[in-house]
Nanobody
Framework: QVQLVESGGGSVQPGGSLRLSCAASRSIFGIYAMGWYRQAPGKERELVAHITSFRSTSYADSVKGRFTISRDNAKNTVDLEMNSLKPEDTAVYYC????????????WGQGTQVTVSS
C-alpha cells in the first residue's frame, strides 16, 4: 500500500502564497494521475487539481489561474503551488492517486492544513 504524506501547509494572509508537497512511499511512475483535494469545515472533499502521467493538468474553476500542480516521478512527489490565496481556500489539503476514470486509488493521508486569514 502506498503511503502519501502531505506537507507545506500553514497560515497566510489573503494574497499570500504556499507550496504544498505530497511524498509517496513508492514509485508513482505508472499511476495515471495524481490529484490534490481539499476539505473545508462542514463541506465535502473536492478535487482542486490533477496531473496525469503525460503532465496534462486540470483545475477546479475556483483555483484556475492561481494554483499550479506539478509532478516529479523521479522523486515520487506532487506539488501544489498556491498563489493569490483567498479566505475560501482555507481547508485541509490532501493528495491521492487517481485512475483514468478519476477514481481514488489510495488511502487518505493526514493532510496539511491551509488557513488564509487576515
Amino acid at each position: 500500500q502506498v503511503q502519501l504524506v502531505e506537507s507545506g501547509g500553514g497560515s497566510v494572509q489573503p494574497g499570500g502564497s504556499l507550496r504544498l508537497s505530497c511524498a509517496a512511499s513508492r514509485s508513482i511512475f505508472g499511476i495515471y494521475a495524481m490529484g490534490w483535494y481539499r476539505q473545508a469545515p462542514g463541506k465535502e472533499r473536492e478535487l482542486v487539481a490533477h496531473i496525469t502521467s503525460f503532465r496534462s493538468t486540470s483545475y477546479a474553476d475556483s483555483v484556475k489561474g492561481r494554483f499550479t500542480i506539478s509532478r516529479d516521478n523521479a522523486k515520487n512527489t506532487v506539488d501544489l503551488e498556491m498563489n493569490s490565496l483567498k479566505p475560501e481556500d482555507t481547508a485541509v489539503y490532501y493528495c491521492n492517486m487517481l485512475t483514468r476514470s478519476m477514481q481514488v486509488l489510495g488511502s487518505w493521508g493526514q493532510g496539511t492544513q491551509v488557513t488564509v486569514s487576515s
